[in-house]
């Protein structure tokens, strides 16, 4: 990437006020120049050509293609596929995710959280107090529970580390072949079939793509072995709804725990809010860290000034 001598930023977060944002990114950049937009189209009297990078979350579509000299769309989350939907996204530009151990940290309670609320059964003993009485027989066998997760990436493999320290069998999917000492990962059709065949529990941590899209759909619940658990942290688009709720219905999986949506916030009256066997949460498995996130930003600028490869690069054609 070409050095900059004073970049100057647009930060936009969708449906917020980004001076917060713009404060955090300057306090480890003072020199930089940092606008939003003004009810999401540029300010007036802003030169469309003085932007040099975008950080942002959910940009209105078409904003990217009116500044003629982008250099870089650094994305504020893990995932890109709020950038890559744009139709009309400049396709020569740079993009960049975020990549914040805090995040790793974050996902990893929320992934530990929901898998031992299955596994504990949790909600049978919440459920217990209208009786006034405990069930009898109570046994964990952690051994008896293996846990595949889909997607090895940054959250993923820290997510697996976490479990498997725990004392869970874990397995990983991946794209590419990769090493993660004592988890066994996986790649290509094959290998997901083996997993999901021997998982009881799947964590969905993959990013959305055109390979990935739909992908927790009938085919993969039958696989499961029956009573299986699903924990998607990654897309409300890996999951095909009508699917689902029928794997729920017939008992398949026993329970899903969802922190994504097709529609985000979840819809009222959407079918999910009520099910007794579905637990949302609403996208806050991993948080975007306003102190880690910004200096991680300003980190970004930092190389793009000096005309260094900055952390994160996505490739487009993979979509992630
Ligand atoms: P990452 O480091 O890019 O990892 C993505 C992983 O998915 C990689 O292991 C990659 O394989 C694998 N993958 C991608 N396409 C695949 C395919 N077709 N077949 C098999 N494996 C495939 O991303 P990350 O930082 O871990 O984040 C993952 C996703 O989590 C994000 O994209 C976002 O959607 C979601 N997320 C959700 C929240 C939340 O709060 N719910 C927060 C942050 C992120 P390779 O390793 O071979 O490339
Ligand atoms: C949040 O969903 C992210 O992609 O970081």
């Given at each position: 990437m070409p050095a900059l001598s004073a970049p100057k930023i647009l930060v936009h977060v969708r449906n917020t006020d980004a001076t917060d944002w713009i404060d955090g990114i300057k306090r480890w950049a003072p020199d930089i120049e940092a606008v939003q937009l003004a009810d999401d189209r540029l300010?007036?009297?802003?030169?469309?050509?003085?932007?040099?990078i975008s950080v942002c979350w959910?940009?209105?579509?078409?904003?990217?293609?009116?500044?003629?000299?982008?250099k870089l769309i650094q994305s504020?989350?893990?995932?890109?596929d709020h950038i890559l939907s744009?139709?009309?996204?400049?396709?020569?530009v740079a993009i960049a995710r975020l990549v914040d151990p805090w995040m790793a940290r974050s996902m990893t309670h929320h992934v530990v959280s929901q898998i031992l609320r299955w596994h504990r059964t949790l909600d049978r003993f919440d459920a217990c107090k209208a009786e006034e009485s405990w069930p009898t027989n109570v046994i964990f066998d952690p051994d008896a529970v293996s846990i595949g997760i889909l997607g090895m990436g940054v959250l993923g493999q820290a997510a697996a580390r976490a479990l498997s320290a725990l004392g869970f069998p874990v397995k990983g999917w991946s794209r590419s072949p990769k090493s993660v000492e004592g988890i066994d990962v996986l790649n290509g059709a094959d290998g997901l079939d083996g997993i999901v065949r021997t998982s009881n529990a799947v964590v969905c941590l993959l990013p959305l793509t055109t390979e990935t899209?739909?992908?927790?759909n009938a085919d993969l619940f039958a696989k499961m072995p029956s009573g299986g658990f699903l924990l998607n942290?990654?897309?409300?688009?890996?999951?095909v709804e009508a699917d689902l709720l029928a794997a729920l219905e017939s008992g398949q999986l026993e329970a899903a725990s969802l922190?994504?949506?097709?529609?985000e916030p979840l819809p009222?009256?959407?079918?999910?809010?009520?099910?007794?066997?579905i637990w949302p949460t609403?996208?806050?498995?991993s948080e975007i860290n306003l102190p880690t996130a910004t200096r991680a930003f300003a980190e970004t600028i930092r190389r793009v000034r000096a005309g260094e490869v900055p952390d994160g690069l996505i490739d487009p054609e993979k979509g992630y």
């Open positions: 300010p007036d009297g802003l030169d469309p050509a003085s932007i040099d959910r940009m209105p579509h078409g904003l990217h293609a009116q500044l003629p000299n982008l504020m989350a893990a995932g890109v744009d139709p009309r996204r400049p396709a020569e899209a739909d992908i927790l942290v990654g897309r409300g688009g890996h999951v922190d994504v949506f097709r529609t009222k009256g959407h079918p999910f809010w009520r099910h007794p066997k609403p996208h806050i498995a």
